[in-house]
């Protein structure tokens, strides 16, 4: 049983914003450092909990715990020398602008108390350090550049952790982490000023010992707050406008939220230069800090993916990493060091990336969900950090899928993630990142799905430029073929997907003509659709319904047939579809948009070499009688059929087995589609009865048959559309069986015959 009575929640201390994250990680290092060497911390039901058994040793219950740490602060704290000499408003210069800051240094410098020493310490070697390269005033350029050299080679080594999380000087220059703005400043303000005036005030002048509380634990409380501006770290405390009562909201800072704020940021001090010598990009190099991406929770805009030209820093996403078990500063502190986030082998420079990162296990397996944030531009040229939603760590093995495509995604997105793009590339290319993030964070088939539709749309935008984007030279091409395994993880077991997956797999079984995807756009089949193809009449897919579209698919590939020689109507499937699903299309119970949608995600799958499968279902459904005497015309082979205890079952007669073969009837698509169905079930049923297939009714007693009882029959426009749309609809030998016995009045006497 866990021994609890070292254990204190930190009710202040929370996920979200900004702020309060880095405000226990302030915390746990200060005890840690200061106190308590074998503190730990973690993350709990959204709150931070801190276990120290040498602060807490004495303390027998909450009250007394919470005693102890606000004594520890009030009256123990050293609070780290976070000095930007480089910065403006730095308070180490005499100008007007830095009096502020220069009036909290000389405060501190005033101070005799032993707990300030190392501060004082510092302040006095800057001073110096300036002097000796007689800089009386902000440096700049070269000057500023030189500056950073200096503090970075004379710096003690207390202090580093705090200059590597300001700066980082590579071979480029210098470079910013995005965590403190512009190596300390965000605009026109300085973090430094703000936490040296908050040191004295809190520390030296004591006049915010009833705000502390309210920072660690969330007591409710009056005045605790200051005109401290937050920065980018809390933009619920940063005002403006929506913040609060009235047009423009007040400065709502806690003084100690800001201190121990920032006390947090030193956490961050990672290996940067030996990771920003492995990668490219340098945003990608900071601890778990990457490139925007414009999906998930954010409702960010495509431009928002791009820095603004007034900018001063990149934007980025920070992934703030969570964890449930108690864990020291030394292993939190080396797991922000390193960073990990790996997907495919590389580290993670997006936040798509980093999604696959964490649900394919690419991060430290002691990281149990992160805090996405976002740093954009919003106020003016201020920047403020966005929470986006929290990502849990688990592994989905779907994602894996996503390699397959990571090639022709790689080249759609450097096409449309060009500024100059047109829109509806941008729009396709947001929707496959959406989708992957969506499908990384809650996995299952409906979001693979999603990514299906979405990469599905993507490929119909290009084909209108045969894959060329605006005035990108990049030519993006057809995507291959997805392995068969998009289908197994995506099946929903919906009628909408049966048929769906049941149309995509459409082929024709002596490759004399394409499969269906060459119905749908321009592409060489024969070579792996590896190219686009010049202009094919075989596309008939237009901006039309559903069903006009498979009833032009239907009688396009049966002209090709005929044109080419195909022995056998070139509809045959992997997948077939059953009866109950082609039922409710017929009567218009399915999501039209949604079947289109599927049809052109799961055309993209390459079935070649793969075993054709039969559908999951029975066979008894309510079928409508004209339906099941036309779709005995529309068959990809033969019928065959077994005679088992008295009883005949029919079946396709594939693998070029003999059967009675059906010749088709060219008069019945035009017939459908001109809505007069009587007459093209006329015509089938004098077909089959040729073929040696006599259907229901039969003759009268004077020999006569009664065929033309069908000429009386008659539908709507619609349903007799969606008839011939059906007839493209690949069905099993189950369902022919039951097709079979449906429309004949004795299958044994003819099968004997």
Same mark, same amino acid.
């Given at each position: 049983m866990t021994d609890v009575r070292h254990d204190l929640e930190l009710a202040g201390c929370t996920p979200e914003p900004l702020m309060a994250y880095l405000k226990a990680l302030g915390i746990l290092r200060l005890v840690s450092e200061q106190k308590d060497k074998n503190a730990r911390g973690w993350w709990k039901n959204d709150v931070f909990w801190l276990r120290a058994p040498e602060l807490f040793k004495d303390a027998v219950t909450e009250d007394a715990r919470r005693d102890a740490l606000v004594k520890f602060f009030l009256e123990e704290y050293q609070p780290t020398p976070i000095v930007a000499p480089w910065g403006a408003r730095s308070g180490f210069f005499p100008t007007s602008s830095e009096k502020s800051a220069r009036e909290a240094l000389e405060a501190i410098l005033a101070t005799k108390s032993c707990r300030f020493e190392q501060f004082r310490h510092t302040i006095l070697f800057v001073h110096e @350090? @300036?002097?000796? *390269?007689? #800089?009386?005033?902000?440096?700049? %350029?070269?000057?500023k550049l030189? #500056? @950073?050299?200096?503090?970075?080679?004379?710096? +003690?080594d207390g202090l580093l952790s705090w200059l590597d999380t300001c700066y980082v000087l590579t071979s480029e220059g210098r470079k910013f982490p995005p965590l403190l703005g512009t190596g300390g400043n965000e605009g026109s303000g300085s973090y430094v000023s703000g936490f040296a005036q908050q040191v004295v005030e809190c520390l030296i002048e004591r006049q915010q010992d009833h705000a502390l509380a309210t920072s660690l634990f969330g007591v409710v409380a009056a005045a605790v707050a200051c005109n401290q501006a937050p920065g980018h770290f809390s933009p619920a405390a940063a005002g403006g406008p929506n913040a609060g009562q009235g047009f423009e909201g007040p400065l709502s800072t806690n003084a100690w939220d800001y201190l121990l704020c920032l006390e947090g940021t030193c956490v961050w001090a990672s290996a940067v230069m030996r990771r920003l010598g492995q990668q490219g990009r340098s945003i990608a190099a900071f601890p778990f800090t990457v490139n925007v991406t414009g999906a998930g929770d954010t409702g960010i805009a495509f431009p928002d993916q791009f820095k603004p030209k007034q900018a001063k820093r990149n934007i980025a996403e920070m992934w703030l990493p969570l964890w449930k078990h108690p864990t020291s500063f030394l292993e939190i502190r080396s797991l922000i060091s390193e960073g990990r986030a790996t997907a495919t082998g590389h580290v993670a420079e997006t936040g798509i990336d980093f999604a696959r990162a964490a649900a394919t296990l690419g991060v430290d397996r002691g990281i149990d969900s992160f805090q996405r944030n976002m740093f954009l531009m919003r106020n003016g040229q201020n920047f403020l950090g966005i929470s986006l939603g929290r990502f849990k760590v688990r592994e989905r093995s779907e994602v894996d899928l996503l390699r397959e495509v990571d090639p022709w995604l790689k080249s759609f997105r450097r096409a449309a993630g060009d500024k100059n793009a047109p829109p509806r590339f941008k729009t396709a290319l947001r929707n496959i990142d959406q989708a992957i993030f969506d499908l990384c964070r809650y996995g299952g088939r409906t979001h693979l799905q999603s990514l299906l539709i979405a990469i599905g749309h993507a490929e119909r935008e290009l084909i209108v430029t045969q894959g060329k984007i605006g005035q990108s030279k990049i030519i993006v091409r057809p995507l291959p073929g997805l392995s068969a395994e998009w289908i197994a993880q995506? &099946? &929903?077991?919906?009628? $909408?997907?049966?048929i769906a997956r049941a149309l995509a797999s459409v082929y024709d079984q002596e490759a004399k003509i394409g499969p269906l995807r060459a119905n749908l756009e321009p592409v060489n089949w024969k070579d792996r659709y590896r190219v686009w193809?010049?202009? &094919?009449?075989?596309?008939?897919?237009?901006?039309?319904? #559903?069903?006009?579209? #498979?009833?032009?698919? @239907?009688?396009?590939?049966? *002209?090709? %047939?005929?044109?080419? %020689?195909? $022995?056998?109507l070139p509809l045959a499937s992997h997948f077939a579809a059953p009866l109950d699903a082609i039922t409710a299309f017929l009567d218009g119970e399915l999501d039209d948009e949604r079947v289109e949608e599927l049809i052109w995600g799961l055309m993209l799958i390459d079935h070649r070499g793969n075993q054709s499968l039969g559908s999951l279902r029975t066979a008894d459904s309510a079928v409508p009688r004209d339906y099941a005497l036309l779709k005995l015309l529309f068959l990809p082979c033969p019928l065959t059929v077994e005679q088992r205890r008295g009883m005949c079952r029919w079946r396709l007669?594939? &693998?070029?087995? +003999?059967?009675?073969?059906?010749? +088709?009837? +060219?008069?019945i698509l035009p017939l459908l589609r001109a809505g007069r169905v009587g007459e093209a079930c006329r015509i089938a049923a004098q077909r089959l009865r040729i073929s040696g297939l006599p259907p229901m009714p039969g003759p009268l007693p004077t020999g006569v048959t009664r065929d033309d009882d069908w000429s009386e029959y008659t539908v709507g426009p619609s349903l007799a559309l969606r008839l011939a749309a059906a007839l493209l609809i690949p069905i099993d030998s189950k369902s022919v069986n039951w097709l079979v016995h449906l429309v004949y009045r004795d299958t044994l006497e003819i099968a004997t015959m």
């Amino acid at each position: 049983m866990t021994d609890v009575r070292h254990d204190l929640e930190l009710a202040g201390c929370t996920p979200e914003p900004l702020m309060a994250y880095l405000k226990a990680l302030g915390i746990l290092r200060l005890v840690s450092e200061q106190k308590d060497k074998n503190a730990r911390g973690w993350w709990k039901n959204d709150v931070f909990w801190l276990r120290a058994p040498e602060l807490f040793k004495d303390a027998v219950t909450e009250d007394a715990r919470r005693d102890a740490l606000v004594k520890f602060f009030l009256e123990e704290y050293q609070p780290t020398p976070i000095v930007a000499p480089w910065g403006a408003r730095s308070g180490f210069f005499p100008t007007s602008s830095e009096k502020s800051a220069r009036e909290a240094l000389e405060a501190i410098l005033a101070t005799k108390s032993c707990r300030f020493e190392q501060f004082r310490h510092t302040i006095l070697f800057v001073h110096e @350090l @300036l002097a000796e *390269m007689e #800089l009386n005033k902000k440096a700049k %350029g070269d000057e500023k550049l030189q #500056l @950073l050299e200096v503090c970075r080679n004379r710096f +003690p080594d207390g202090l580093l952790s705090w200059l590597d999380t300001c700066y980082v000087l590579t071979s480029e220059g210098r470079k910013f982490p995005p965590l403190l703005g512009t190596g300390g400043n965000e605009g026109s303000g300085s973090y430094v000023s703000g936490f040296a005036q908050q040191v004295v005030e809190c520390l030296i002048e004591r006049q915010q010992d009833h705000a502390l509380a309210t920072s660690l634990f969330g007591v409710v409380a009056a005045a605790v707050a200051c005109n401290q501006a937050p920065g980018h770290f809390s933009p619920a405390a940063a005002g403006g406008p929506n913040a609060g009562q009235g047009f423009e909201g007040p400065l709502s800072t806690n003084a100690w939220d800001y201190l121990l704020c920032l006390e947090g940021t030193c956490v961050w001090a990672s290996a940067v230069m030996r990771r920003l010598g492995q990668q490219g990009r340098s945003i990608a190099a900071f601890p778990f800090t990457v490139n925007v991406t414009g999906a998930g929770d954010t409702g960010i805009a495509f431009p928002d993916q791009f820095k603004p030209k007034q900018a001063k820093r990149n934007i980025a996403e920070m992934w703030l990493p969570l964890w449930k078990h108690p864990t020291s500063f030394l292993e939190i502190r080396s797991l922000i060091s390193e960073g990990r986030a790996t997907a495919t082998g590389h580290v993670a420079e997006t936040g798509i990336d980093f999604a696959r990162a964490a649900a394919t296990l690419g991060v430290d397996r002691g990281i149990d969900s992160f805090q996405r944030n976002m740093f954009l531009m919003r106020n003016g040229q201020n920047f403020l950090g966005i929470s986006l939603g929290r990502f849990k760590v688990r592994e989905r093995s779907e994602v894996d899928l996503l390699r397959e495509v990571d090639p022709w995604l790689k080249s759609f997105r450097r096409a449309a993630g060009d500024k100059n793009a047109p829109p509806r590339f941008k729009t396709a290319l947001r929707n496959i990142d959406q989708a992957i993030f969506d499908l990384c964070r809650y996995g299952g088939r409906t979001h693979l799905q999603s990514l299906l539709i979405a990469i599905g749309h993507a490929e119909r935008e290009l084909i209108v430029t045969q894959g060329k984007i605006g005035q990108s030279k990049i030519i993006v091409r057809p995507l291959p073929g997805l392995s068969a395994e998009w289908i197994a993880q995506a &099946d &929903d077991c919906t009628h $909408k997907f049966a048929i769906a997956r049941a149309l995509a797999s459409v082929y024709d079984q002596e490759a004399k003509i394409g499969p269906l995807r060459a119905n749908l756009e321009p592409v060489n089949w024969k070579d792996r659709y590896r190219v686009w193809a010049e202009k &094919d009449r075989a596309v008939v897919w237009h901006a039309v319904d #559903l069903a006009t579209n #498979l009833a032009n698919v @239907l009688q396009r590939r049966v *002209m090709d %047939g005929a044109r080419v %020689g195909c $022995k056998y109507l070139p509809l045959a499937s992997h997948f077939a579809a059953p009866l109950d699903a082609i039922t409710a299309f017929l009567d218009g119970e399915l999501d039209d948009e949604r079947v289109e949608e599927l049809i052109w995600g799961l055309m993209l799958i390459d079935h070649r070499g793969n075993q054709s499968l039969g559908s999951l279902r029975t066979a008894d459904s309510a079928v409508p009688r004209d339906y099941a005497l036309l779709k005995l015309l529309f068959l990809p082979c033969p019928l065959t059929v077994e005679q088992r205890r008295g009883m005949c079952r029919w079946r396709l007669a594939r &693998d070029g087995k +003999p059967g009675i073969a059906i010749r +088709p009837e +060219p008069r019945i698509l035009p017939l459908l589609r001109a809505g007069r169905v009587g007459e093209a079930c006329r015509i089938a049923a004098q077909r089959l009865r040729i073929s040696g297939l006599p259907p229901m009714p039969g003759p009268l007693p004077t020999g006569v048959t009664r065929d033309d009882d069908w000429s009386e029959y008659t539908v709507g426009p619609s349903l007799a559309l969606r008839l011939a749309a059906a007839l493209l609809i690949p069905i099993d030998s189950k369902s022919v069986n039951w097709l079979v016995h449906l429309v004949y009045r004795d299958t044994l006497e003819i099968a004997t015959m």
